[in-house]
């Protein structure tokens, strides 16, 4: 098991944010980031979207940070944390601007780029964008397959039912030949799609017992990553019900879990990090790693 945190700041859900986090700045985003740098916390994440109705913003929130730039700020600030997007969305993107905006970050980064990405929901802000919404599934599964062939690809070559380059050059471009790639999602599709596609599975808003059930549907990978995301936790003043939370996840399947801390103000916050690496002591890497 390994842990990843869900930044704090960089978005903000009506009700499942600490207050302080309204006023949370570049510099709060930092100190978080490097201590988990330095505590050996595999990732942290930043969300997209791009402008949510404000009707749409009662419940979903209206505050995103852009992934890119984040993502970018925190990775000259830190030196093994790897940067995940939690997630992009696929409809609102060409496959080749993913594979240069985000093989120029794992170039900057030394390879710690983890793309999280997503089919969309928000037919209003595809509609914003001009992109297409009817047939986002087919379109973000040719985009997977395209993204794949342009990776890491100075010259990448590609004819598929919705995208299609040939002869175009790509540089800077991405350092590893493979980028780990975890699908959103909270369908049996989304599943079969990480399965196919992708590397891991992110769901969201699925209970312990469904995601396990859908689980058991699918031989999974070897390396196959189930990235899952309890409750806020808090290590230092109910450290029972923090262990009964990673069980929970554990036992519907997690690999990874997305962390995220019930906390009064930043320095509570780097406390509650801290706290709760004590309590999975052999889950941290080895400052050689």
């Given at each position: 098991m390994r842990f990843g945190l869900l930044s704090p700041i960089v978005i903000r859900l009506p009700g499942a944010h600490s207050p302080w986090e309204a006023d949370g700045g570049p510099e709060d985003l930092v100190a978080i980031a490097e201590h988990a740098d330095v505590l050996g916390y595999h990732h942290m994440t930043c969300s997209e979207h791009v402008g949510?109705?404000?009707?749409?913003?009662?419940?979903?929130?209206?505050?995103?940070?852009?992934p890119l730039a984040t993502l970018a700020f925190l990775a000259a600030r830190t030196r093994r944390l790897?940067?995940?997007?939690?997630?992009?969305?696929?409809?609102?993107?060409?496959?080749?601007?993913?594979?240069?905006?985000?093989?120029?970050?794992?170039?900057?980064?030394g390879?710690?780029?983890?793309?999280?990405?997503?089919?969309?929901?928000?037919?209003?802000?595809?509609a914003l964008l001009g992109a297409n919404f009817e047939d986002r599934g087919s379109r973000a599964d040719d985009a997977l397959r395209a993204l794949r062939a342009a990776w890491a690809t100075p010259v990448p070559d590609?004819?598929?039912?919705?995208?299609?380059?040939?002869?175009?050059?790509?540089?800077?471009h991405a350092v590893r030949p493979h980028v780990p790639v975890w699908i959103g999602g909270r369908t049996?599709?989304?599943?079969?799609?990480?399965?196919?596609?992708?590397?891991?599975?992110?769901?969201?808003?699925?209970?312990?017992?469904e995601m396990a059930s859908l689980l058991s549907g699918f031989?999974?990978?070897?390396?196959?990553?189930?990235?899952?995301?309890p409750a806020a936790l808090d290590p230092l003043g109910d450290p029972d019900s923090t262990?009964?939370?990673?069980?929970?996840?554990?036992?519907?399947?997690?690999t990874l879990v997305n962390a995220k801390f019930e906390a009064r103000d930043r320095n509570h916050y780097l406390d509650q990090m801290t706290a709760f690496t004590r309590l999975y002591p052999d889950a941290w890497p080895k400052e050689s790693e």
């Open positions: 949510v109705p404000r009707v749409v913003a009662e419940t979903r929130g209206g505050t995103y940070w852009n790897r940067l995940a997007t939690n997630v992009l969305v696929l409809g609102y993107h060409h496959p080749l601007e993913i594979a240069k905006a985000y093989g120029t970050l794992d170039r900057l980064s390879g710690r780029v983890v793309l999280g990405m997503g089919v969309g929901t928000l037919e209003e802000e595809f590609y004819d598929g039912p919705h995208f299609s380059f040939h002869d175009f050059v790509i540089d800077p049996r599709r989304s599943l079969r799609r990480a399965v196919e596609l992708g590397d891991g599975w992110m769901p969201f808003g699925l209970s312990g017992d031989d999974l990978p070897d390396d196959f990553q189930v990235v899952l995301q262990r009964r939370r990673i069980d929970a996840a554990v036992k519907a399947g997690a």
